[in-house]
C-alpha cells in the first residue's frame, strides 16, 4: 500500500542570542509562530500539531503564503527535518525534487556527481546503473560529463541534475514548485519527462503558489497557515 500518514506533527527551530523578540507570545505576518522558549530563547514554531492521511491515487497541493510551513512539511515527508512531537509515515519509495543540487560537487565530473546526487536520493550504485545512459542521453551534455562540475554554466548544471533527479520514477513524488529547466527547446523537453513522472507517481505532493497550476492536477488542496492546516479542499483537476 502506498501511503502518507502525518498525525499531529509539529516542527520547532530555536533561536539563540536573539533579543529581537521581547513579548511572550507574537504571530507574524507571514510565517511560523515565534514563542518564548526557556531562557529567553526564541521558538520558530514552523509546523503546529499537522494531521492528514494521503491515499494511492492523490495529487495534493500545498498552498499558503511565504512561510506558511509548505516547504518545511515537505522536508518533513522527505526525512530531512524531524519533527519534535508527532508522527510522519510515507509508505512507498520516495522521490524528492527539493533542492535538486544537494548531493553534487563542484570538482567532480558529471559522471560522478551522477552517482553522488543518486546516493542522496537513497539509491544504490547498482540501481542508479542502469539509467546512467538514459541520464547521458537526456541531459545533452556529451564530452562535458568527463569535466568537473565547476566547468558547467549554471543552466548545464541543472540539466545534469534536473536528469538525475527525474530519472527513476517513485510511488510518491514531493515537489516544491513546478520546475522549468534551460531553454525553450530543452525546457519542453524537460517539461514533458516532468509530466511522466508525475503520472507514474502513485501519489503527488506539490507545494506552489500557483492557484491555477494547483487545480489543474490536484484533486486536494491543503491550506496552510502560520504553521497549521486551516482546511483541506476536495477538487476536480482540469
Known amino acids: ?67 506558511s510551513g509548505k516547504t518545511t512539511l515537505l522536508r518533513v515527508l522527505a526525512g530531512a527535518f524531524e519533527p519534535v512531537s508527532g508522527t510522519a509515515v510515507v509508505e512507498g519509495s520516495l522521490t524528492c525534487m527539493l533542492g535538486i543540487w544537494l548531493g553534487m560537487d563542484m ?16 539509491l544504490s550504485r547498482r540501481e542508479i546503473e542502469p539509467h546512467v545512459p538514459e541520464i547521458v542521453e537526456f541531459c545533452e551534455l556529451g564530452d562535458y560529463l568527463s569535466m568537473p562540475l565547476r566547468t558547467y554554466s549554471s543552466g548545464m548544471g541543472l540539466r545534469l541534475a534536473f536528469a538525475i533527479s527525474t530519472s527513476v520514477p517513485a510511488d510518491v513524488l514531493l515537489m516544491d514548485e513546478w520546475m522549468s529547466v534551460g531553454d525553450s527547446s530543452f ?48 477538487t476536480r483537476p482540469a
Not at 521558538?43 to 503546529?48: F, G, I, P, Q, S
Not at 492521511?53 to 498552498?63: C, I
Not at 570538482?107 to 537513497?122: F, P, Q, V
Not at 525546457?187 to 511522466?196: F, H, I, M, N, V
Open 187 to 234: 525546457s519542453a523537453k524537460a517539461e514533458g519527462r516532468l509530466r511522466r513522472l508525475i503520472d507514474q507517481a502513485r501519489i503527488l505532493v506539490v507545494a506552489s503558489h500557483s492557484e491555477n497550476l494547483v487545480r489543474s492536477i490536484c484533486n486536494k488542496v491543503v491550506h496552510l497557515s502560520h504553521g497549521e492546516i486551516t482546511h483541506i479542499e476536495e
Open 107 to 122: 570538482d567532480a565530473t558529471g559522471y560522478e556527481n551522477i552517482y553522488m546526487r543518486s546516493t542522496l536520493m537513497g
Open 1 to 67: 500500500m502506498v501511503r502518507i500518514t502525518a498525525k499531529d506533527v509539529t516542527v520547532e527551530f530555536p533561536v539563540y542570542g536573539s533579543r529581537l523578540f521581547k513579548s511572550a507570545f507574537i504571530n507574524t505576518a507571514t510565517g511560523g509562530r515565534l514563542l518564548k522558549g526557556a531562557r529567553d530563547r526564541v521558538v520558530v514554531k514552523a509546523l503546529n500539531k499537522v494531521s492528514f492521511e494521503f491515499v494511492e491515487g492523490d495529487r495534493v497541493g500545498l498552498m499558503g503564503p511565504n512561510g
